[in-house]
Structure formats: C-alpha cells, structure tokens
C-alpha cells in the first residue's frame, strides 16, 4: 500500500500523521517542534489552561493546517465537560473534542461512565468527541454506540512514561472495536509507540515522552520515525515467529478421503 | 454444476395444472417473484450486516491469493478478513495439515477436549416453498405428516429416555400447516423433556422470535442456503424462502428477539462454496460484532441426496474442502460453535471434533415421528412416519456416538447452559 493512502479519518477529517501531540506538559518549543519534526497535524489544548490575554496564547503558535483538539481536562462530571466542550468550540476551536474527565487527582484515571455520558450529549451536538477511557470492552462499545469519533484508551497512568502497561486490554480495544483505537497516556519511548502501531493502534498521543527529552527535536523525529515504522509493519503483516519445540507429528487430516 | 436441470423431478402424484405451473417456474424466470421483494408481513431491518458481508463476497476472487497469502494468515494471532479470503482459498490446500494443527490447538483452547451432543426432531415435512434440491419441497411426492402433540410428546419422551438433554426442533416451511402456536406449543413441551431447546424453522418476525423464546426456544439456526443472490434466485423458486434478504436477517431478528444464540450456514455444494463459505463466516462475525452479548455458530452441511432424486451431491466440495472450510472457520472465529451433522461420515466426524468441530448430532432421524422403530428397532409401530428431508451417512445412537467419542479422547456433554 502506498503511504499516500494511508490515511486516518476522524471527524470526517483525513489525517496523514498518526502523532497527535497531548496537552500535558506545554512549552511554545514543544508545540513547534511536535509539529515540524514529529509532524503532528493535531494538538490538544486544555480549554481551562487557555490564556485570556493575548501574550503566550497558544492558539497563536499553532500552524493553520494543524487541527485543534481542545480537551475537558479538569472536568469531574459529564456535565462539566459538554460545558468545556461548548465554551470551546465558542471560542473557535473547532467541532474537535477530547474528552477527559476525572475523579481522581493521584493517577488521573478517567471515569468511563461519565466519558460515555458526556459523549453521547456532546455527538449530539455535532462534535467530532475523542473520548480519554481506561480500556474496558463494554465501555469501549458504549462509547461506540454513544456516537464517538475514536477511542482513546491509555496505556498506564498519564505522565508515567512507563509503556503499554495495558497490553493486552487495548489489543481487545483494537480486535473487537471498529473505530480507530489511539493510544493515549503513558507512551514514554518511541519503541513503544511502534510497538502499540504495530498492534493495529490507529495512531499515538504523547506528550510528556517529548517534553521531558534531552533533545526535544531529536526526540520528535524518533517518535515520527517509529509511529511509522510500526504502521508499516502492520499494514504488511508481520512475518511468522517459531516456536521452540516442534508441532504435534501425528497428522490430524490422515482421516479425510479423496473420494468424498 | 452442470445446470439446475438435474435438480429437477417431476412427480407422478402431481396434477397437470400443478405441473403446468412447476414447469413455468422451472422455465421461465418472468413468472417467479424478485427474490429482494419483501412478502406482505415480513418486518425489514436496517441492511447494515448485508452490505457488510456482501461487499467482501462479490469482490472475492479465491484464485488470486498465493502461498504466501496463505503463510501470513497461519502467522497472525487474530486472522483478518483478507486472512479469512486466503484461507479459504485454493492456495491454502497444500496447508493443510497445519491448518489444522493450529485450529485443534485454538478449539482446545477455547472448548477443551468436550464435545456437545443433540439430536433433531422434526415436527412436520409439510412446506410451502419449491426450493429444487430439498426432498421436502412442495413439488416432491412424499409422505407428509405433521406431528400431534401427543405424538410429538411421544417422540420427546424416547429420545430423553436415551439420555439426550438437547433437543433441536425442525419443521418444513410451511406457516399454514406449522403455525407459529403450533411451534410454541411444541418448545413448551420440549422444555419438560430438554435442557436446551433449538429451533430450525421458517425465518420471523422479531416479536415472533420473543414468542418463541418466551415459550422455552433459546437458539435459531437458519441456513441461508446460498449468498449468491442469482444462484439463490435459480434454486428457491417459489414461495415465502425466495425472498433472500429477509432470510439472511433472521438471526438478527432472533437475537433482538431475546434468543441467547445463533446458527449460520451455507448449504455447500449450491454454488461456489468458497465464496458461500466466506459469506457465512463474515456473517457470523458481523452479527456477533453487533451483538457482543451473542453466542454463535456455524454449520457445513453439504448437499445430500434425496428422495426421488439421487444426483444432487456435493459437487466439488470434498472432505478435503471442507476439511480447510471448517478449519478456516475456527482460525478466524476461534470461539464459535462448529457443527458437523449426520450428513457426514463417521469417519469424517470421529476426525473432524478433533481438530475444530464442538458439536456433533446422534441418534438423527430427518423424517417425522419414527424415533421409537429407530431407536428401539421396534418395526410396524410407526407405519405412517414421514419421509425423510436428505439421506443421513451416520446413524449412530447417542450411546455409540458417546462411547466413540470418548475413546477418541474426547468428553462427550449433554449440556451447558440453563435456560433463563
């Protein structure tokens, strides 16, 4: 398949970058470099963050052609995130939405009912709703049928840096569920990133694995160089693995006839 | 296929203007029906799953995938379905033996070593419906009978005595003569005799199906016969059966309708069976992406002979073929039920529940109220029992079958679920 056409549609938008840049740790270098070296086409800003005065407003820094994904961050219920969500899209940031919401300030672990709540209000309204979830299959389809643009479970606690600690429970998200599965929170190395893309992840968010980098642009092309690799990879299939020890001898289709 | 022309039978029971009129159906395509035109009554839901599974049917050519197509299915964890495509398709033969060592090794994974036991119990052979290759079609010179329910409660009782606890109950499609009260009233009695109830009848309405269900039936299973919307159209031609999409909803209806499960099938042989075989197992797994909560299965049946008309056969489908069909089935639906009826050979049976079937049929009778001489070799007592719907290769008792398959290593279990 030519890379060309390997596109990610969400909200009726057609991506060619499978890194979108999270919103935790924000610098105005950070969102450059995500942009130019990583070649993020989309950047999530914490809506509750946003300067009300023109000096250091982000959404001055960030390219036309890269899609806003304002978030809810910071809202604790359903409620509090459809209205994050309207305030946003008021103040022009688009029909883009990430949802989050939290009830627990430790590990920043989101609350699925509520996420399913706010999601199924705000794709009402029209938005193209991102949802931040802890990955759980019954949610995940909840969140399917409540009119979702993608799911975005996380890998391990947001900021951890500690990788696909989720495994095997996003690999579920990816089989059963047929919107695009972006992993979201915990991605700390690139190998990682590759990894979760390689699984079948339609695309990475990150942003702490950049931010605390000795070398935020270097760092920012392996993220680019390794979320590609790993979707190449899929994409061709990969190659088989053997066991050790040998397959069962005995054949089991010595019963079959020719004839019959 | 040489042609439908071998298919078709004419009775010396039949009326001339009854044979007039088969004949025109036979003949002439303008006097049947559209097969996508809905009958007065049937509910029409949403095409979604059709369109799903049709759009990977029609552009399937099985020739165009190569060895190599093949060697990257066998190495996924979770085959796709391209993976599905290449397995099914010539290229893969060669693969066999590894097919199946990798499919035995996903059904002891998800089923251990059981195998699940249950037996039919026709009801009727009465049908409404002139499909050409079926022995019941209303064309065909048969005994017809329909079951009382003092007869049926009969029959129930011999075949729960020989420690059967699953009981599947068919009918030929005929609404007028098998109502649905009557099939209701035939689970309510199949409650008090059986653990599990299956039915295999005319596909309903929604709401029927939770009639049904209310009365103690809790899976369906509906052949579709054929995917192939032309072919379909040149084997069904008369009757409610013709009309194909209401048909291929039908799982979808029973489902909303409460039932806990779902069979699909292709009756192999019909038309190209590697595309029928693709349809029926995309058919499943949509439903079952649809309906998380729903338990699935898969049939293989291939054409049998029937009474009157022995050159219906399975074509080009060998044991062979649906050696790679059935194992193709469980690399992609790893945790789908698999039966393998009576239509197959011992032989074939004793070999297959080892590498993907979960579910195989003892002590079958296909024709009506004649258990007691079958099971009990008492002859006379059923003189007026009903003729068969297909010949059956394996006519082994619940014992026999039970005592073979566990010394081929196997637990035989008469069942699994309570009814709730």
Redesign the interface.
């Known amino acids: 398949m030519a890379n060309n056409d390997d596109v990610l549609v969400l909200g009726g938008r057609e991506f060619h970058s499978r890194f979108i840049l999270g919103s935790g740790k924000y610098s105005l270098p950070l969102i450059e470099t995500a942009v130019r070296d990583a070649g993020a086409e989309m950047i999530t800003v914490a809506v509750r963050r946003t300067n009300t005065v023109d000096e250091g407003n982000i959404l001055k820094y960030i390219p036309e052609h890269v899609t806003l994904l304002p978030n809810t961050s910071g809202a604790r219920n359903a409620d509090e995130a459809v209205r994050i969500a309207r305030l946003a899209r008021e103040l022009g940031c688009g029909d883009f939405v990430k949802i989050e919401i939290m009830r627990d300030s430790r590990y920043l672990l989101p609350d699925n009912q509520e996420t399913i709540r706010a999601t199924e209000i705000l794709a009402k309204e029209g938005f193209a709703v991102l949802p931040y979830m802890f990955p759980d299959?019954t949610a995940a389809?909840d969140l399917v049928s409540a009119g979702a643009a993608a799911v975005m479970p996380l890998a391990a606690p947001i900021g951890s840096n500690r990788g696909l600690a989720a495994r095997d429970f996003i690999e579920i998200l990816i089989?059963?569920i047929?919107l695009p599965i972006i992993v979201d929170a915990g991605i700390g190395r690139p190998s990682q990133a590759c990894e979760a893309m390689e699984m079948g992840a339609a695309a990475i968010m990150a942003n702490t694995a950049l931010a605390t980098a000795g070398n935020l642009p270097l760092m920012a092309q392996a993220f680019k160089e390794a979320i590609t690799a790993g979707r190449k990879a899929y994409l061709s299939?990969?190659?088989?693995?053997l066991s050790r020890g040998a397959?069962?001898s005995d054949?089991?289709?010595?019963?079959?006839?020719?004839?019959? | 296929m040489s042609g439908e022309n071998s298919f078709f039978v004419d009775g010396k029971h039949l009326s001339e203007a009854a044979l007039a009129r088969k004949h025109q159906l036979e003949n002439n395509p303008a006097m049947r029906k559209s097969p996508l035109e809905y009958l007065p009554g049937m509910e029409e839901i949403e095409p979604d799953i059709r369109s799903r599974v049709m759009g990977h049917v029609d552009s399937y050519q099985p020739e165009q995938y190569t060895a190599v197509d093949v060697r990257r299915a066998l190495n996924r964890n979770r085959p796709d379905e391209e993976d599905l495509k290449a397995l099914l398709s010539p290229a893969a033969a060669p693969f066999l033996e590894e097919m199946a060592q990798k499919a035995r090794n996903l059904t002891s994974r998800h089923f251990g070593n059981t195998v699940y036991m249950f037996t039919p119990l026709y009801l009727a052979n009465y049908c409404e419906n002139y499909c050409i290759y079926c022995g019941f079609n209303c064309y065909n010179d048969i005994q017809r009978v329909q079951l009382t329910s003092e007869q049926m409660e009969h029959e129930m009782q011999v075949i729960a005595s020989s420690g059967m606890e699953e009981i599947l109950l068919l009918t030929g499609e005929s609404r007028g003569k098998s109502s649905l009260e009557y099939i209701g009233g035939a689970c309510r009695l199949a409650r008090k005799y059986f653990r599990n109830v299956g039915l295999e009848i005319y596909p309903v309405n929604t709401e029927e199906y939770r009639y049904l269900h209310e009365c103690g039936a809790d899976y369906v299973t509906v052949f579709q016969e054929t995917y192939d919307l032309a072919k379909y159209e040149q084997l069904h031609l008369a009757g409610h059966k013709r009309v194909w999409p209401y048909r291929f909803d039908a799982q979808e209806r029973a489902l909303r309708g409460g039932m806990r499960g779902v069979a699909f099938s292709a009756l192999l042989g019909l038309s190209d069976f590697r595309r029928d075989a693709l349809a029926t197992a995309l058919h499943a797994y949509y439903i079952q992406r649809k309906y998380p909560w729903a338990e699935i299965s898969l049939s293989c049946p291939r054409l049998r002979p029937i009474i009157n008309n022995d050159s219906i056969n399975p074509q080009d489908v060998g044991e062979r073929q649906l050696c790679q069909i059935l194992c193709a089935y469980r690399l992609f639906l790893p945790y789908a039920g698999i039966t393998v009826s009576s239509r197959e050979s011992a032989s074939f049976r004793n070999g297959i529940v080892k590498i993907a079937a979960t579910k195989v049929s003892a002590g079958v009778s296909t024709g009506i109220g004649d258990h007691e001489s079958k099971y009990e070799g008492r002859e006379g007592v059923q003189e007026n029992a009903g003729d068969e719907q297909f010949e059956i290769q394996d006519s082994r008792s619940l014992q026999k079958m039970t005592a073979d398959m566990s010394s081929e290593g196997l637990q035989p279990v008469l069942n699994d679920y309570l009814y709730v």
Do not use: I
Request: hydrophobic share 35%; proline share 5%.
């Open positions: 299959l389809r089989n059963e047929d299939g990969l190659g088989r693995v397959e069962a054949p089991l289709t010595g019963f079959l006839r020719e004839d019959a």
